[in-house]
């Protein structure tokens, strides 16, 4: 019995204790995250898609929840374009992104592995990485791909930004690597778009 009154009183001194000092929780605000991405840090994804241990920086499209807690910049994406280059105006502006971009590539099972990597984070649709490449600054090509990883059959598409051109012949990275969940990842649908020259 005085086993009992004295775990009912620890119980009762544990959540006084809790309800009178609760954990530190520290909200951040969508303008402090994305204010936080900048090219320096590659926009939040400093390794590239193919390295171990890289996470994606963003998520650029509807629905912010379906993204694991990634930075949203659906209403933010202007601000990369204007920390990078203050006179700079979203390209997008002046033409359709169709217009714009010639498709190199498409429904390979392998993405890019090259130079002149800029940030790569997660989309709805390919318009979404055309728009992220207009806004961030100095990219001429991206790669769009499903990087089918135990995400639950999530329909988001990578997208890989780069300051350079790209072949087929540099979608070496297939995957291959373990995720958390024991799975190996692999690459479907594979597409990359080189900013025409004329844009």
């Not at 004295?6 to 000092?21: D, E, F, N």
């Not at 605000?29 to 400093?46: D, F, K, Q, R």
């Not at 171990?52 to 601000?79: H, I, N, R």
């Not at 392998?110 to 961030?136: F, H, K, P, R």
Request: proline letters at 7%; aromatic letters at 8%; hydrophobic letters at 30%.
């Amino acid at each position: 019995m005085l086993s009992l009154l004295l775990i009912a009183t620890l119980a009762s001194i544990s959540t006084a204790t809790y309800v009178l000092s609760p954990p530190d929780i520290r909200y951040e605000s969508t303008e402090s995250i994305v204010a936080s991405l900048s090219a320096s840090n590659h926009h939040g994804a400093p390794l590239p898609p193919s390295s171990f241990g890289s996470t994606p920086g963003w998520y650029f499209g509807d629905a912010p929840g379906s993204a694991d807690d990634l930075p949203w910049l659906k209403d933010e994406v202007s601000d990369i374009r204007c920390r990078a280059d203050p006179a700079a105006t979203p390209a997008s502006q002046s033409q359709s992104p169709a217009a714009r971009y010639s498709i190199i590539f498409s429904g390979l099972t392998g993405a890019i592995q090259g130079s002149g990597y800029l940030t790569y984070g997660l989309v709805d649709t390919v318009s979404d990485c055309e728009t992220m490449c207009d806004n961030v600054s100095g990219c001429v090509f991206f790669n769009s791909y499903h990087d089918v990883n135990g995400k639950n059959g999530s329909p988001l598409l990578t997208c890989s930004l780069y300051d350079t051109p790209h072949t087929a012949d540099e979608a070496t990275n297939t995957g291959g690597q373990t995720q958390p969940d024991g799975s190996v990842n692999y690459i479907t649908d594979s597409d990359g778009y080189v900013l025409n020259s004329s844009s």
